[in-house]
């Protein structure tokens, strides 16, 4: 089996090349495990020293020649995972947020062929689970109401809708490879996912604090996104599913 770690990376000079060490550390260790574990940063047309980077670094790497923000960038590790024939795709930020070692528990219900699709939540508890990173108040009650919207317009109870870390199979991917939400994408594509019949599953992950720079969503730009997130989460929920599974 054939696991694909998409990394979108926009401006992450000062984490890129330790969240592939991490990566790295353990791809022999899965191997051994019954699958192969390869990984592809998308640049997402960063401004700093990205791309020079992973070139100086022998990262592999597809440099976007503008910035496509987030959709785009996982839309193409999308295609790219499509093309080269790999079984599952995990979203893995380039941030160092998420945790490698959370990669088996995130890919175990795929493998048994309980679920199409995983969301790694910091809302699911695990005594394995290290509990020290929280995200703001603000923020989880943000979660918490795209979660409802979620749950109100596509029937699935998912905690974490917001969540990067994710694990899609063969299916999902290739449907991820032709329609993926262009602008935070996570918790529409969960009800797209909803929409055509995909089975969602949600597991308990490890997730650190971002290591260097800064989020994508600032505080002054909370509410705009929240009007954004839950426009297009209304307009995707009346739109017809494909169901061709």
Known sequence: MKI????????EERNIVRTVQSV???????????YILDYIVINDG????????????????????????????????????????????IQFDGDGQHDINSLD?????????KADFVVGSRFVKSRKLDD??????MRRV?????????????????????SGYRAANRYVLEMFADDYPVDYPE???????????????????????????????RAW???????KVSLAILCRAFQRGNNKK
């Open 4 to 11: 694909l770690l998409i990394i979108p990376a926009y401006n």
């Open 24 to 34: 790295e550390a353990i791809r022999s260790e899965k191997r051994n495990r019954g």
């Open 46 to 89: 960063s401004l700093d020293n990205t791309e020079e980077i992973c070139r100086d670094n022998n990262i592999k790497c597809i440099n976007l020649f503008q910035n496509l923000g987030i959709g785009g960038a996982v839309q193409t590790g999308y295609i790219y995972a499509c093309i080269a024939h790999y079984d599952i795709a």
């Open 105 to 113: 528990k995130l890919v175990a219900p795929i493998i048994e062929g």
């Open 132 to 137: 020290n990173f929280q995200s703001t108040f």
């Open 142 to 162: 943000g979660i918490k109401y795209l979660s409802f919207l979620v749950k109100l317009f596509a029937g699935i109870k998912v905690k974490d809708v917001t």
């Open 187 to 217: 918790p529409e594509s969960l009800v797209m996912l909803a929409k055509n019949s995909v089975r969602i599953s949600e597991v308990g992950v490890n997730m650190f604090e971002r290591a260097e720079g800064k989020s994508s969503i």
């Open 221 to 227: 730009k909370s509410v705009y996104y929240m009007i």
